[in-house]
């Protein structure tokens, strides 16, 4: 993260400015001409949202607001305002800009700066050429406002995971294996301050992890298991919440193999769920967030090398279940299942799944939602759902009837991997419950997870979904 994000109690003289205004806020400043006033008026006045007006030694943007939204939809246009900054600042080379809000709710200000910090990401590890990518905003300073420092240093920490989701999720797969990923994951607890355990091989093998060694069997790289924890001293839980990530770091489809257009070419994005928990416990370890939660991560890239698992092989997995594998492209299942039964071992309050399990659940709700559903009581999945609400990353709950476990039953083992054609991301979720005995919430975020043109702040690439939705969570439950 290349920029700050100070407070200022008053305008820095000749520094462009950003208003966060609506349509009813007097626009009487002593830093607008009545010529420059009454161009705005005017277009304010003719419903215009975004305003530019150039004073030569600095820019003046005006973003309007609708205020007669539902609360959480006008939390979301001010993100959606500050992009739109990003994208006046960045056009005109701003250094340095300064916001002001007449919003008169300090939360809406702090959506404005955190949507116009998301934007300024960009990934150009890769470029020889990258200042035309680059952005130049270095300085955000929140001017004329009380907003105290733990409120900033929140802000900018959710920021940097975010960022460091993204980073890991564009990283190409010649460039971050399973291996890798474990490495990333332990640096990171290095330099936050939360715990990491990460498994080899032959400690998978010998924990007999059946179904992460199945998807690994074609790959020339060896799998990891990662685990995550983050217990401070003040933890306010008796029993951790576990939040499980897939991180399947490339996915080909294995012996059911993908098509390469609009499919396959993106697959790196597979272990988003995984990043996602790596960047939670950046988050956590960051704020110190009260609260004992574990993170536990399978990785492996899915390949159809020489041995791979093929369709009709018999799966042992950790608890012992079998598992007819008829489709080597349902693996995220496959990985996440022996991820999902050794969270037993925790005794945990609650275990939340990030996986992107299902092109089902992209196809039934696009770019917009994430699938949500388990056996986790009403009161947490509707603060689950919530929470999803409050940082606009949205949940739609899928049911979770019994009667989608008949689709998952085999004649010749005690489970199969996929059921046929319909329900697929509930039958995804429904045979991952299986390993389950504690209350479970799968969220299939395979829609949202990456974005292949960029979305205002969801830039370009992986989005980091999951982690201001489960901290905000978390909060809510410290």
Known sequence: ???????????????????????????????????????????INNSETSISINQYNRYIYIQVIDLKKEAYRITEACRKA??????????????????????????????FVEGLALSLYRFTKYLKEDKEKQNVLKNITIAEHAISEKL?????????????ARDLINEPVNH??????????????????????????????????????????????????SILEWKPKNKSNKKPFVIVGKGVVYDTGGLSLKPTNDSMDYMKSDMSGAAAVAGLFNLLARTKLPIHVIGLIPSTDNRPGGNAYAPGDIVTMFDGTTVEMMNSDAEGRMILADALAYAKRYK???????????????????????????????????????SGENVFERIVEFPFWEEYDELIKSDIADLKNIGGRYGGSIVGGKFMEHFTDYPYIHLDIAGVAFNKKPDTYRTLGGVGVGIRLIFDFLKNNK
């Open 82 to 111: 500050g992009s739109n900054i990003q994208g006046f600042a960045t056009k005109s080379k701003l250094q340095d800009i300064q916001l002001i809000s007449e919003l008169k709710d300090n939360n809406l200000l702090i959506a």
């Open 176 to 225: 971050l294996n399973a291996v890798q990923m474990g490495q990333e994951i332990e640096n990171l607890g290095k330099k936050a301050g939360f715990a990491v355990q990460v498994f080899n091989k032959k400690k998978i093998e010998s924990l007999k992890m059946g179904g992460l060694l199945a998807v690994n069997k074609g790959s020339v790289d060896p799998p990891t298991f």
């Open 1 to 43: 993260m290349n920029f700050k994000i100070t407070v200022a109690p008053k305008l820095i003289p000749n520094q462009s400015i950003a208003l966060l205004v609506n349509k009813e806020t007097k626009l009487n400043y002593l830093f607008l001409t009545k010529q420059e006033l009454d161009f705005a008026k005017k277009k």
């Open 348 to 386: 945990p309050e609650l275990v939340i799944d990030l996986s992107t399990l299902t092109g089902a659940a992209a196809i039934a709700l696009g770019p917009h939602a994430m699938a949500g559903m388990g056996n986790a009581s009403r009161d947490v999945m509707s603060q689950l759902i919530k």
């Open 152 to 164: 900033i240093f929140e802000l900018e920490s959710t920021i940097e995971s975010v960022f460091i």
